[in-house]
């Protein structure tokens, strides 16, 4: 019999192993709470489970395996996993736990940094057992929400069609990124969030109940699901919109070595729309730190033309190289090189304390300035990179996707600092100076208008989280005790 046999719920074995009493077992270091924490697992919390179409499973590895998310920062043991077979598992699972206060969280593809889908001595739903594309119509994807991005992605291209919006990596499910808001600097930058282009949503909410959602039927569980990071409900299928896609790509290269002159041309370039795609990838401590890549999509047949395209910049657009991409392996090129990363340097094992940052375009110029050259080597990582990119802030539209005011100008930018540690495997000491770093930059950023993309790795205490939401905050207690009346869902991000 295999481990994961061995593992299965078999209620008299997991009795007769516990005992009768609370077992409780050190799960591993907490920097969100600065402590030791451990797996409390009440013997008689799993006994009178229901019966299941999937499985629940107390298997050791499956364990570790949900303790950790991809920042490999923050340790949360659950004490059981469910790999459900059909919705009704996870129903029946959620009114379960309700009824037993068992904390319990959805996990995708656990690409979160900092906990956001693990819990202590609770239950995790493994949501990528429920992993199919039920249609693909004209302009729009009905999916389950464990479906990959880049599952979707090229089923979608093989009929013509692309995702509204895409986000850097594809590696991560429908349903999670829909959870945390879904942004991204390979598709258009005047296109919205992922979360601004999902019509209808089923889901589960916290005390087991299946509704239907979108912006006419249950609108407030609707908007409490889109960016609202798991705290109503398990989002399990979705429609989302699907766009003509083009069969090509074409990416120019900017080398800049002013700041101000990199702004003003994005800016030129942005507001003109003539590109698909416009962000950088910093690189501090170089002679040309601040590289534009922009790109435009084009079918067979259609020569981008670059004098027309780059008119009037500035001098250093005198220099741009470019590459072709088919449109696939351009959509690809971040989630392939994670591949790689993760196959050959022992990616998936290292400590990434990531940040995200949303700027005002009139506070943008002056952070970067301040930021990006005084960051160190060890700031980035051999692996890790700053991005930037514009977003057109009245194409966002979700309410707990929180973005600077429109004060600050019709543009918002992703400022990120995407940190790796040198090598694999667990390093506290290194995973505390960045997060202590990236709360400074936050405070930094929020002086200015600036808000937090809440995927990355930053100690957020509740009246950071009540200040983030802001004058959204009362409406997300009344959901939040609306949908999941005892408080079991996705406690990672701390917001309760």
Known sequence: MSRTEQGQLDRRRFLSRLGAGTVALVAGFD?????????????????????????????????????????????RRP????????????RKMLAYC??????????????????????????????????TIHSIGTDSADVDAGVLWKDLVEAAFRQGLRPASITSYLGTT???????????MMSSYRAGAQVDHARKLEMVTGDGRLLQCSGTQNADLFEAALGGLGQCGVITRATVDLVPAKQSARTY???????????????????RGEFDSLGSIPQPGTAQPLTL??????????????????????????????EDYGFLDYILLVTRMYDSFAANLGWDAKV????DLFL????????????????????????????????????YGRPLLRLPGSSGGPWVWLVSVLTDSAGPGPDPDFASRMTDRNYRLYQQAAAVGGTRYPHGACPFTQADWQAHYGSMWPRLVTWKNRYDPKGILTPGPGIF
């Not at 435009?296 to 190289?321: I, K, N, T």
């Not at 990434?352 to 940040?355: F, G, M, V």
Request: glycine content about 10%; aromatic content about 8%; hydrophobic content about 45%.
């Open 79 to 90: 004490c059981a996993v469910l790999r459900p077979g059909s919705v009704k598992d996870i």
């Open 352 to 355: 990434k304390p990531w940040l």
């Open 360 to 395: 005002p375009d009139d506070a943008v110029e002056d952070f970067v300035s301040s930021v990006f050259p005084s960051l160190t080597p060890e700031d980035l990582g051999p692996t890790g990179f700053g991005l930037i990119f514009p977003m057109l802030r009245s194409t």
């Open 31 to 75: 920097l969100v709470g600065r402590q030791w924490v451990a797996e409390a697992a009440d013997s008689a919390s799993f006994a009178a489970v229901p019966p299941l179409d999937g499985t629940l499973t107390f298997d050791p590895d499956v364990l570790t395996a949900n303790s950790h998310d991809q920042g490999n920062i923050v340790v």
């Open 174 to 184: 429908v349903g999670g990124t829909l959870s945390m808001g879904g942004i991204g």
């Open 293 to 322: 890549w922009a790109t435009v999509f084009h079918d067979a047949g259609e020569v981008p033309d670059a004098s027309y395209l780059l008119r009037g910049l500035s001098p250093a657009a005198a220099g741009a190289a470019f």
């Open 98 to 131: 309700s009824a037993h206060g068992i904390k319990t969280a959805p996990a995708g593809a656990h690409h979160a940094m900092f906990g956001q889908p693990l819990v202590s001595g609770g239950l995790v739903i493994e949501m990528e057992s429920l992993h």
């Open 253 to 271: 290269r900017i080398g800049y070595t002013d700041v101000a002159a990199f702004f003003r041309d994005v800016r030129i370039l942005a507001n």
